[in-house]
């Protein structure tokens, strides 16, 4: 079905053929309709499936133009970087409307937020915490608040924004339509859901928490001594167009950089001790080709749109399952397929394993051809003759082409 069928208004439907869409997205098909019908919505769906569309097309088709006085749309969003990118979407979306759009997020000065928000803005994406700080200067009210957006609850509640998130929902008039995001939906997102959504419609695409299809994921294990001339050797080997490589730790993440400068890669690094203005130097020079890496931490994981990332490299085992998840989600993006290759050491057996079972998938491990590895305990548990004390200890099984731990998927013995 195209674009011209779902009742979005004409100077949309001119944007989004500027944009070169041509197909909407399957989120874009379910969501879109329940939208201009008035409906609350709770989607979830994969990173890169066109969501901000799904809610920006219909939100725009029913504001129609630009109308002097409060906003009328407010999109919260986790992250800066979320934000600047949502907005950015919106003003695409919006190019042939005379719909005006702020961005409102920490980190930089109030000056341009607060005249922006002052020129009459019909539509703002914020970061919770500095619309409150503007909202208690007195530069926004909320009170024509006809369209709410929350999106990446889950991420917002991970963050806890969840108390600041509930002070600016309380400033929205309680006749509005309400659209929520989350690609889980822990406890305390449902107990938002039910107070802050009414009779929502869930729009589910794909399985959720199911990373994005297209990804070859790889580990390859190796000594912790090991772990930078692997990723090194990794590098060199395999042809990427652009990599982001994933660190636990901001000071993880400067290090690798600064590694891998010396090794003469084009780096840029994104975490969130860096100034806005490192970090949307960092992601534009990402994406503009610039810098052939970006060593980031979870900050990048998240939702951002980094258009054609080949190659997905955690440098560390994510702590958190679902971080695997969007960490993977930033290559394999729309058509295009990706590979997600995963460093591990022994102490990472635990998070590999509850990753396993999160995905539901095994994922293979490979070692690579003529480097020179150094003994680990992890190798052990590829020994034929039985678990190895080291495999025994994570309660690793085999399975057809390797082993795996815990009890994911059929046991072989
Ligand atoms: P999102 O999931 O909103 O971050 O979108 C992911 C990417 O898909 C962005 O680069 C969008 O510009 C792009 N996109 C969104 N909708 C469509 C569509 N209907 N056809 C092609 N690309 C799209």
Redesign the pocket.
């Known amino acids: 079905m195209p674009?011209a069928m779902l009742d979005l208004s004409k100077p949309v439907l001119e944007g989004?053929k500027a944009?070169?869409?041509?197909?909407?997205?399957p989120?874009?098909l379910r969501a879109i309709p329940l939208v201009l019908q008035g409906r609350d919505l709770i989607g979830s769906?994969?990173?890169?499936?066109?969501?901000?569309?799904?809610f920006a097309l219909p939100i725009l088709t029913q504001l129609e133009k630009h109308k002097q006085g409060a906003p009328r749309a407010l999109i919260l969003e986790p992250t800066r970087e979320l934000a600047a990118?949502?907005e950015t979407?919106f003003r695409?979306y919006a190019r042939f409307t005379d719909i005006k759009v702020a961005v409102v997020f920490g980190g930089v000065g109030y000056g341009a937020q607060t005249e922006a928000l002052s020129g009459g803005a019909d539509i703002i994406v914020a970061t919770p915490g500095r619309l409150l700080d503007h909202m208690e200067r007195g530069h926004c009210r909320l009170d024509q608040i006809s369209h709410l957006v929350l999106d990446e609850a889950d991420r917002m509640l991970d963050m806890g924004f969840l108390p600041d998130v509930r002070r600016i929902i309380q400033k929205c008039p309680g006749k509005r339509h309400t659209s929520l995001f989350s690609a889980t939906i822990p406890a305390q997102i449902e107990t938002l859901i039910k107070w802050a959504l009414q009779d929502p419609e869930t729009v589910e695409i794909g399985a959720r928490r199911s990373p994005a299809e297209t990804v070859r994921h790889i580990i390859y294990p190796v000594a912790e001594a090991q772990k930078t001339d692997l990723l090194l050797e990794l590098l060199n080997r395999v042809n990427y167009d652009s990599v982001i490589v994933f660190c636990r730790t901001k000071y993880g993440a400067d290090r690798i950089a600064s590694l891998l400068k010396s090794a003469n890669h084009a780096v840029a690094v994104l975490h969130s001790n860096r100034t806005q203005r490192e970090r949307e130097q960092a992601l534009q020079g990402f994406r503009d080709g610039k810098f052939e890496v970006l060593v980031a931490t979870d900050i990048a994981a998240r939702?951002?749109?980094i258009?054609d990332v080949s190659h997905v490299i955690n440098f560390d085992v994510p702590q958190h399952p679902e971080d695997y998840v969007h960490r993977i989600g930033r290559t394999g993006?729309?058509q295009s397929s990706g590979d997600a290759l995963t460093i591990m050491v022994a102490e990472d057996a635990v998070h590999v394993y509850d990753i396993e079972r999160y995905i539901s998938q095994k994922v293979p491990r490979q070692k690579l051809e003529n480097f020179n590895y150094r003994y680990t305990a992890i190798f052990e548990a590829d020994k034929p003759g039985g678990p190895t004390p080291h495999e025994k200890k994570y309660k690793a099984v085999r399975v057809r082409g390797g082993y795996m731990f815990g009890s994911v998927g059929r046991r072989r013995r």
């Open positions: 674009f989004v944009m070169g869409y041509v197909d909407p997205t989120i874009q769906a994969q990173t890169g499936t066109g969501k901000t569309a799904a990118q949502v979407a695409d939702g951002l749109d258009a993006r729309a």
